[in-house]
């Protein structure tokens, strides 16, 4: 019987009748090439992204400094102040564009820690609640969610940047920081689903990445705009699929 990059046995030969993945297909890309398309924020490790197009070659926008603004060089005082003028490896160890941390890649790695006081945690549960709401609205995989009969609470630390959620899948290279597809999985949630991102001064956003079922907060019924980042704190319920939610809570 084939069986899929995932794991799965399928009694189809051409593509997995758990996950859908192709069998057979190319190797997956290595998940260290996995960047996120600048354009329209697909999972893509390639020259040209596979659902925009978008040519990663392209040189980005220029910035046009402010009028009134003095390059850092013309400050000693600031110039002083720089952590290579102390040690000149701490500016060849830095990321070569502007604004410190790329933010098309996605992170497997904890970032440096910005003097944040506290940390995030995200706490995964199976939500009844959420569960009902996506069952009265009929949404795209209503009739085949089920709600699980147990389902461990998860906690992941916020230790980083960038925190992809939604589901391992090696044949697509996707690798998740916070990963769905644990069983029992929640067949709603798409592979590439969301993006919780922090940045440096410790505020959080989560951006749906053109999932199938989309992402909701607190309750509502209406998914956020796709591809549009929406800021998310203490407190916070961030709904996927169809029974998911993770709660946002801060520690000291």
Not at 60 to 77: E, L, N
Not at 157 to 185: H, M, T, W, Y
Not at 212 to 217: E, K, Q
Request: proline share 10%; hydrophobic share 35%; glycine share 10%.
């Amino acid at each position: 019987m084939p069986m899929c990059a995932d794991g799965h046995q399928s009694l189809s030969t051409d593509y997995c009748d758990v996950c859908g993945s192709a069998l057979g297909g190319a190797p997956a890309p290595d998940p260290a090439d996995l960047r996120l398309c600048p354009h329209c924020h697909a999972p893509t490790s390639g020259r040209f992204c596979e659902g925009c197009g978008h040519d990663s070659a392209l040189p980005p926008p220029s910035v046009t400094p402010r009028a009134g603004d003095r390059p850092a060089s013309a400050d000693p005082t600031r110039a002083s102040m720089r952590p290579e003028s102390a040690d000149p490896s701490w500016a060849s160890a830095q990321p070569d564009h502007q604004g410190g941390f790329d933010a098309t890649l996605i992170a497997t790695g904890a970032a440096p820690d910005s003097g944040r006081s506290r940390l995030w945690v995200a706490r995964i549960f199976a939500d009844r609640e959420f569960y009902a709401r996506v069952q009265a609205r009929k949404g795209p995989d209503a009739e085949r969610v089920e709600f699980p009969d147990f389902y461990p609470e998860r906690r992941i630390i916020l230790r980083g940047n960038q925190f992809l959620i939604g589901k391992r899948s090696a044949s697509q290279g996707i690798v998740p920081e916070i990963d769905l597809g644990i069983a029992p999985a929640d067949i709603g949630v798409s592979r590439a689903h969301a993006m919780i991102q922090v940045d440096r001064g410790g505020a959080l956003t989560i951006t749906d990445l053109g999932s199938t079922n989309g992402t909701s907060l607190d309750g509502a019924e209406t998914p956020i705009t796709p591809q549009q980042a929406v800021a998310v704190g203490e407190g916070s319920r961030i709904h996927v699929g169809g029974w998911t939610t993770i709660a946002i809570t801060a520690e000291p």
